[in-house]
């Protein structure tokens, strides 16, 4: 399943662990700011690709809005790749 093809329903505003990623944002000095322009509802992710016919190397589907890849485990992952090269 390709990362831009997942959706969640309106209702997932209402999941706790949504407004606790709303939270945890604007205490990080993040407040919500931008316009509404858009398609709210599609989820997102990120892929690491390594190099050449590698392919893809590290997959993270975010699950509900706000979540996000750990930070540490992106950088370890592309530290390896680092070093292979």
């Known amino acids: 399943m390709a990362i831009g093809d997942r959706w ?36 997102g992710g990120l892929l690491v690709v390594g190099p050449g016919n590698t392919g893809v190397v590290y997959e993270y589907h975010e699950n509900v809005f706000g979540d996000h890849a750990d930070p540490q485990v992106v950088l370890n992952v592309t530290k390896r790749i680092a070093m292979r090269a």
């Open 8 to 43: 969640l329903g309106l209702s997932a505003l209402f999941l706790p662990s949504v407004w606790l990623n709303m939270y945890r944002t604007y205490m990080q000095g993040h407040p919500f700011s931008g316009n509404l322009d858009g398609e709210g509802r599609l989820l």
